[in-house]
């Protein structure tokens, strides 16, 4: 028994030694499986991280997924055998702060800058024509909306009323069941009325409170537009 075993990792090792790593991917595939994770094994070790079954396996199986090793490193394989280290990107810290634009809607010109984006708005009677060949529209009942609005990012026990649903949720767990993600989350803008209430989430779902309904008798056509003037500061 042993020394079928030695006689199957003699083996291994010259294959290893000869074949590896190999040409191309589909050379890499047709290697047997004892000597493809002995080859990963290698490659780990002489970049000075150690090899488990686990590690050899999510690099076997899954070749462009990085395979986190530490808080600043990663392991990927090139699809040939060869396993590199990958240096994650600095992540951008999560947004938080108190800037807060208001725009009053009768008197404020449309449209407003604010870093990258343009903030346009028409109000209008309900029975009037809309804004025709503008892409990305919502349509708020005006009146309810209100003369002034806060412009701002997601803060910690913010509350929306999504349309069509019952009742208000949490913001964060709204963005967890749109599967928003957490490094987009603090830089989308949000729109409240004068009360607070979020009326407009950028590129999500509109509040139930603002809708258009039967008794609207005045229509707010909302959108945003790259700023073409570049990025400006914010407040």
């Known amino acids: ?44 070790r002489a970049l000075g991280y150690t090899p488990n079954a686990q590690n050899i396996q999510a690099l076997l199986e899954n070749p462009s997924t990085p395979w986190t090793v530490g808080p600043d490193a990663r392991l990927v394989q090139d699809g040939c ?13 999560p947004r938080v702060d108190g800037v807060e634009i208001t725009l009053d809607l009768g008197a404020a010109p449309s449209p407003q800058r604010v870093a990258e984006l343009e903030f346009h708005w028409r109000r209008h009677p309900m029975a009037a024509s809309t804004a025709g060949g503008v892409t990305g529209i919502e349509r708020f009942d005006a009146d309810a909306v209100g003369e002034r609005i806060i412009l701002r990012h997601w803060r910690p026990g913010d509350r929306f009323h999504p349309i069509g649903l019952k009742g208000s949720m949490k913001l964060q767990d709204w963005f967890v069941n749109q599967k928003t993600p957490q490094t987009m989350r603090h830089d989308l803008w ?20 603002h809708k258009l309904t039967p008794a609207t008798t005045r229509v707010l056509e909302w959108w945003i537009t ?8 914010e407040g």
């Not at 079928?4 to 047997?32: F, G």
């Open 1 to 44: 028994m042993m020394a079928a075993l030695a006689e199957h990792a003699q083996w291994v090792a010259e294959e290893v030694s000869t074949r590896c790593p190999a040409e191309s991917p589909e050379h890499w595939d047709a290697l047997p499986p004892p000597v493809r994770r002995e080859q990963l094994a290698r490659s780990i």
């Open 81 to 93: 055998g060869v396993v590199r280290v990958v240096v994650p990107s600095p992540r951008k810290p």
């Open 190 to 209: 949000l729109a409240t009325d004068a009360e607070g209430r979020i009326f407009w989430i950028q590129g999500q779902r509109i509040s139930e409170n």
């Open 226 to 233: 790259p700023n073409k003037k570049g990025p400006t500061s």
